[in-house]
């Protein structure tokens, strides 16, 4: 079981917008604005799309947005693409032991 | 151009010993914190060691039993894995960490099997 909590699957028709959640504790996502969000398609590695919650790395299109609010961080893709359709991974501080703790993953499928 | 370029990886058995290995270019390796990270088979990303300078991290599913270390004169970030089990069995990536939480860049993985 992962640490923080995403939704197993999302969908959207292109053009559309779409939100992932990933909901953690006070001692990971709701304690440190240390969020990072992960695209990941079949046979790759992952690629970074937003780090400390909203910001985006250069390179990464501004239809990519993050936010937080509590214990719960949001990935929103704007304008969805098929090239879109990937696995997303959410990732955060935590101040146990562990350092840094990934979400299980959503399915991105766009229609 | 930053490169990571695993390598160690390999099928073992159960009990067994294997060493990971990560050769950094195109940024200055001694300045930034790196982990690795694990996908099993199938499933998510599990971070699973971290070194910045001189301090290490370690998950609980592998404390103990993992040591990270790196090599700054010759660029290159290494994982002992000890005592593997079958449950150890995923493609392990390394990682460079950006200036704050993200882990910018990665590799390409290298396959660790564990299996008798």
């Known amino acids: 079981q992962s640490a923080l909590t995403q939704p197993a699957s999302v969908s959207g028709s292109p053009g559309q917008s779409i939100t992932i959640s990933c909901t953690g504790t006070?001692?990971?996502?709701?304690?440190?604005?240390?969020v990072s969000w992960y695209q990941q398609h079949p046979g790759k590695a992952p690629k970074l799309m937003i780090y400390?919650?909203?910001n985006r790395p250069s390179g990464v299109s501004n239809r990519f947005s993050g936010s937080k609010s509590g214990n719960t961080a949001s990935l929103t893709i704007s304008g969805l693409q098929a090239e879109d359709e990937a696995y997303y991974y959410c990732?955060?501080?935590?101040?146990?032991?562990?350092?840094?703790?990934f979400g299980g993953g959503t399915k991105l499928t766009v229609l | 151009e930053v490169q990571l370029v695993e390598s160690g990886g390999g099928l073992v058995q159960p009990g067994g010993s294997l060493r990971l290995s990560c050769a950094a270019s195109?940024?200055?390796?001694?300045?930034?914190?790196m982990s690795w990270v694990r996908q099993a088979p199938g499933k998510g990303l599990e971070w699973v060691s971290g070194?910045?300078?001189?301090?290490?991290y370690y998950a609980d599913s592998v404390k103990g039993r993992f040591t990270i270390s790196k090599d700054d004169s010759n660029n290159t970030l290494f994982l002992q894995m000890n005592s593997l089990r079958v449950e150890d069995t995923a493609v392990y990536y390394c990682?460079?960490?950006?200036?704050?939480?993200?882990?910018?860049?990665w590799g390409q993985g290298t396959l660790v099997t564990v299996s008798s």
């Open positions: 990682a460079k960490r950006g200036i704050s939480s993200g882990f910018d860049y």
């Open positions: 990732s955060s501080y935590t101040s146990s032991s562990t350092l840094w703790v």
């Open positions: 400390d919650v909203t």
């Open positions: 195109g940024f200055t390796f001694s300045s930034y914190a």
């Open positions: 070194i910045s300078g001189s301090a290490t």
């Open positions: 006070s001692s990971d996502v709701g304690g440190y604005d240390y």
